[in-house]
């Protein structure tokens, strides 16, 4: 015995044949008739068309039937093939039924990129299976080529259907194309043994041959066309198997339809085989080869199939065989009646039986036990069905039932393993998510200072949001969870123990999540703490320099300013004392040792806390000793103002003795007898300088024309007839000396000699100097004219301060340079006008500083901000 091995079709004959109908189009215009035959041509082109477009509806209806057939083994099946197949998605799943193989998933989306993508993977698939695909494309596919479609149908038929057909013959080896071995096996089958012989000796010589003689009268079988025409050939092939469910005596060769008829309806009804043909698709002159040949490798494959299964069964059968022989012999007929009963009422249990395996594979094997037993079990007691009708209506119902709801459960459990998919792809995910976002909360990178503690708290508040948000998330997982539960999925004891997972792990990142929070909160307050300690500390250090500063007061006023300045010290120090006993109260929450969290050392914080209290108490130590020192000073410069009191008097008293005027009348009210002289200012006579005003200093080496302090000035005019480009009021240091007026920024400068704004000294001249009664705008203000038109307007602290530079300045006016309505000077001051001497030793020292209002104001603004504001 030899072996015919199948071998797949060249490419030149799989060209040839996609190109068929065009090699016809192509001949047919080619063909150079003559002009009055023109009708017979167009004739011949619309017949050759209308045959081509009958083919294609045939191989459409016949592809679509094959296809179905493999696709409802996936419970899938396609309505059009040209539109159904565009996607691809249905393309990839007849692939993997019918190699078996697991191919990429399809792409999701309907769009026509989607579409190509799906259709490339099935036509790669084909390509790694050594399926010749040429001049084939997707986009061939997607866009419903109908031609090539078809030939896409007809290669994936050549390659898992027919390529693997072989016929086994004795001393012969020549390899045959799948084709031409399934042919020579519907010869086989519709000759006698010994005509096979022959034929396959003469098949040896050429491709094609004619058989010798055949079993079945009327049947010749030697092409895929009109050979199959009658019906006959069908029949013949199936009688040849299964006797029992075809009488061919019965057929005849002029009844096609009715044979035709008979074979599809009887293999369909008791073998099981898809109605891919209708009789009026092969009783035609020219039947379509390829469909004929894809309906009759469904027949081949079901007998080599039953062959096989015959095989495992061979014990069986014998026994079988002998029963059914014992019982012939013996005559026992009602003992094989009974026994028939029982295997159908066993079998009928068997088939009622609707405990079926709760998982996919359970229910494929229960699927693949029941096909076996319509193919193997049942087909031996078809023949004796006679018997028992009834019994055999009620088996064959409960067949079908059986069927049925292994169907149904088989989807059933597809639709469940796809929904435990989906679950743990989820689970994974959010176990994933959930670890991450756990190591991230497990994190204390909190910052040093306060600013990235508060940056840190608006971060943790952002993943609050964010972790909080993903509960919808976690909550479908468990939902999931729970449908599997509902429909008793097999595995579910896995699937509740990973959904308790992921909760168990939901849960501790809140809780991670709060602990984090109290620990950021916990910081931040000591963050807090420590910047309080930092401020307070600062402003001690600030205080710590005032109260180290040696100035103890130039003269009396001073002096008692200093003392009036260092009671709003203490006062603000003792009001910060509540603030300290608040901070060493609040650090106490982390220096305990009962702290759970301690995001800093407690040795740490003790420490600043100690050092804060040593540092308020040296601070008001500090206080101390600086009013002892204020109060010396006062005390000194009290008796020092004593006795420059007691030295005036007598200066004055020596001057009326010297000058001859005792017997004046100082009281006196008339202008004549006035000390203060003709054309004097009445206003400047009746002022009086009180000893507690703080008045410009005077040099001691100069008369009582040299005189320096700070005014508030104001330029009016720059000359006689033009008024000055800048009238705005400049504190300026003034000093007074040899009949000219300087102007300073300040004492400093003036010692240095840097004048305000390059300023040259202005000459007294000729200059008038009077009290500005006609500005009302500001008080204390006093007008100075000099000879060239120029006019300034200053203004003093008060009324005493005022009166003392308009004297200095007549004094320091020349002789005669005024006029006569010009004032000759002041009166002499009396005891009560004088201030304390100053000595010599502090003469430079001894100038006041002229402070305005709005100065006091800065200096209060300034003592009273480490309280009064909050930074």
């Given amino acids: 015995?030899?072996?015919?091995?199948?071998?797949?079709?060249?490419?030149?004959?799989?060209?040839?044949?996609?190109?068929?109908?065009?090699?016809?189009?192509?001949?047919?215009?080619?063909?150079?008739?003559?002009?009055?035959?023109?009708?017979?041509?167009?004739f011949e082109r619309s017949r050759i068309k209308a045959l081509a477009d009958e083919r294609e509806a045939v191989q459409k209806k016949t592809f679509t039937k094959w296809v179905n057939s493999h696709l409802g083994r996936v419970t899938c099946r396609i309505g059009d093939l040209y539109t159904d197949l565009r996607d691809g998605r249905m393309l990839i799943r007849l692939l993997e039924v019918l190699s078996g193989?697991?191919?990429?998933?399809?792409?999701?989306?309907?769009?026509?990129?989607?579409?190509?993508?799906?259709?490339?993977?099935?036509?790669?698939?084909?390509?790694?299976?050594?399926?010749?695909?040429?001049?084939?494309?997707?986009?061939?596919?997607v866009d419903g080529n109908h031609r090539l479609t078809l030939g896409l149908i007809w290669t994936i038929i050549l390659r898992f259907q027919i390529q693997d057909i072989s016929v086994e013959t004795e001393g012969n080896k020549e390899r045959k194309s799948a084709k031409e071995a399934l042919l020579l096996w519907c010869q086989m089958k519709t000759i006698c043994e010994m005509m096979s012989y022959f034929n396959l000796i003469i098949s040896s010589v050429g491709r094609h041959q004619k058989s010798l003689g055949t079993e079945y009268p009327n049947v010749n079988v030697h092409n895929f066309t009109t050979s199959w025409r009658d019906g006959l050939a069908f029949n013949a092939i199936v009688h040849k198997h299964r006797p029992d469910v075809i009488e061919f005596d019965t057929l005849k060769r002029s009844?096609?339809?009715?044979?035709?008829?008979?074979?599809?309806?009887?293999?369909?009804?008791?073998?099981?085989?898809?109605?891919?043909?209708?009789?009026?698709?092969?009783?035609?002159?020219?039947?379509?080869?390829?469909?004929?040949?894809?309906?009759?490798?469904?027949?081949?494959?079901?007998?080599?199939?039953?062959?096989?299964?015959?095989?495992?069964?061979?014990?069986?059968?014998?026994?079988?065989?002998?029963?059914?022989?014992?019982?012939?012999?013996?005559?026992?007929?009602?003992?094989?009646?009974?026994?028939?009963?029982?295997?159908?009422?066993?079998?009928?249990?068997?088939?009622?039986?609707?405990?079926?395996?709760?998982?996919?594979?359970?229910?494929?094997?229960?699927l693949q036990a029941f096909n076996t037993y319509r193919?193997?079990?049942?087909?031996?007691?078809?023949?004796?069905?006679?018997?028992?009708?009834?019994?055999?209506?009620?088996?064959?119902?409960?067949?079908?039932?059986?069927?049925?709801?292994?169907?149904?459960?088989?989807?059933?459990?597809?639709?469940?393993?796809?929904?435990?998919?989906?679950?743990?792809?989820?689970?994974?995910?959010?176990?994933?998510?959930?670890?991450?976002n756990q190591r991230l909360v497990s994190q204390d990178n909190f910052g040093v200072d306060l600013g990235a503690v508060e940056a840190a708290t608006r971060k943790h508040e952002a993943i609050e949001t964010d972790i909080g948000a993903y509960g919808e998330r976690v909550a479908a997982v468990e939902a999931v969870a729970r449908e599997l539960e509902a429909e008793n999925y097999h595995d579910v004891?896995?699937?509740?123990?990973?959904?308790?997972?992921?909760?168990?792990?939901?849960?501790?990142l809140k809780e991670l999540l709060a602990a984090r929070r109290e620990r950021l909160h916990a910081h931040r307050d000591l963050q807090r703490l420590l910047e309080e300690m930092r401020y307070i500390m600062d402003w001690m250090g600030d205080m710590k320099g005032r109260l180290q500063s040696q100035d103890s007061g130039k003269h009396l006023h001073d002096v008692e300013d200093l003392l009036q300045t260092h009671n709003l010290v203490e006062a603000d120090i003792s009001a910060q004392a509540e603030r300290v006993r608040g901070v060493q109260?609040?650090?106490?929450?982390?220096?305990?040792?009962?702290?759970?969290?301690?995001?800093?050392?407690?040795?740490?914080?003790?420490?600043?806390?100690?050092?804060?209290?040593?540092?308020?108490?040296?601070?008001?130590?500090?206080?101390?000793?600086?009013?002892?020192?204020?109060?010396?000073s006062r005390r000194l410069w009290q008796f020092l103002w004593e006795m420059?009191?007691?030295?005036?008097?007598?200066?004055?008293?020596?001057?009326?003795?010297?000058?001859?005027?005792?017997?004046?009348?100082?009281?006196?009210?008339?202008?004549?007898?006035?000390?203060?002289?003709?054309?004097?200012?009445?206003?400047?006579?009746?002022?009086?300088?009180?000893?507690?005003?703080?008045?410009?200093?005077?040099?001691?080496?100069?008369?009582?024309?040299?005189?320096?302090?700070?005014?508030?000035?104001?330029?009016?005019?720059e000359s006689h007839a033009k008024k000055a480009a800048s009238r705005s009021w400049q504190n300026v240091y003034c000093v007074l000396r040899k009949g000219s007026l300087g102007f300073y920024k300040d004492q400093k400068s003036a010692s240095s000699g840097i004048p305000y704004h390059g300023e040259v000294p202005i000459s007294l001249g000729e200059a008038v100097c009077e009290v500005a009664h006609d500005y009302k705008k500001r008080k204390h203000v006093f007008k100075l004219r000099l000879g060239d038109g120029k006019e300034f307007l200053f203004q003093a602290k008060d009324e005493t301060e005022m009166a003392s530079w308009i004297h200095s300045i007549h004094s320091s006016i020349p002789a005669g340079g005024s006029g006569d309505h010009?004032?000759?000077?002041?009166?002499?001051?009396?005891?009560?006008?004088?201030?304390?001497?100053?000595?010599?030793?502090?003469?430079?020292a001894a100038g006041v500083t002229m402070r305005n209002k709005e100065g006091k104001e800065r200096d209060r603004e300034k003592r009273f901000s480490f309280f009064g504001k909050k930074k």
């Fill in 585 to 632: 109260r609040a650090a106490q929450r982390f220096t305990s040792d009962q702290q759970v969290y301690k995001p800093c050392e407690p040795a740490l914080v003790g420490e600043k806390v100690s050092l804060l209290g040593r540092a308020y108490e040296e601070l008001g130590q500090l206080a101390g000793e600086r009013r002892e020192r204020l109060e010396a």
């Fill in 822 to 844: 010009s004032p000759r000077g002041p009166r002499a001051l009396n005891r009560a006008m004088t201030m304390p001497p100053i000595s010599p030793s502090s003469a430079d």
């Fill in 644 to 717: 420059g009191e007691e030295a005036a008097w007598i200066r004055e008293q020596e001057q009326i003795l010297s000058g001859g005027d005792c017997g004046r009348d100082l009281t006196s009210g008339s202008d004549s007898d006035s000390v203060n002289g003709p054309g004097r200012d009445s206003g400047l006579a009746s002022s009086r300088l009180d000893p507690s005003a703080t008045l410009p200093s005077k040099r001691a080496d100069s008369g009582t024309d040299a005189m320096e302090g700070m005014l508030y000035r104001k330029q009016e005019m």
């Fill in 493 to 508: 004891r896995r699937v509740l123990a990973r959904r308790d997972n992921v909760l168990r792990l939901w849960e501790y």
């Fill in 375 to 436: 193919t193997v079990e049942k087909p031996p007691n078809l023949n004796k069905q006679q018997l028992t009708l009834q019994a055999w209506e009620r088996l064959e119902k409960a067949e079908h039932e059986r069927e049925l709801a292994l169907r149904n459960e088989l989807i059933r459990q597809e639709k469940l393993e796809m929904l435990a998919a989906r679950f743990d792809r989820k689970a994974a995910m959010r176990e994933t998510w959930l670890s991450e």
């Fill in 1 to 42: 015995m030899s072996t015919i091995s199948p071998t797949d079709f060249d490419s030149q004959e799989i060209q040839q044949q996609y190109n068929d109908i065009n090699n016809r189009w192509d001949l047919a215009a080619e063909t150079n008739w003559d002009n009055e035959n023109s009708s017979a041509r167009l």
């Fill in 101 to 141: 193989e697991q191919l990429p998933k399809p792409t999701k989306g309907r769009m026509r990129i989607h579409c190509l993508e799906n259709v490339d993977k099935a036509l790669q698939f084909l390509k790694e299976q050594k399926v010749h695909l040429e001049n084939m494309g997707s986009h061939d596919i």
């Fill in 255 to 366: 009844n096609a339809h009715y044979n035709l008829q008979n074979a599809f309806n009887t293999a369909e009804n008791k073998l099981g085989l898809t109605k891919l043909l209708d009789p009026e698709d092969v009783n035609v002159d020219q039947p379509d080869e390829k469909s004929i040949i894809t309906y009759v490798a469904t027949y081949y494959h079901y007998f080599s199939k039953m062959k096989a299964l015959a095989v495992e069964g061979k014990r069986v059968g014998k026994v079988l065989d002998y029963a059914i022989e014992a019982d012939q012999l013996v005559g026992n007929y009602e003992s094989l009646a009974s026994e028939l009963l029982q295997w159908i009422e066993q079998t009928i249990l068997t088939l009622n039986d609707r405990q079926l395996a709760n998982s996919l594979n359970g229910v494929q094997n229960q």
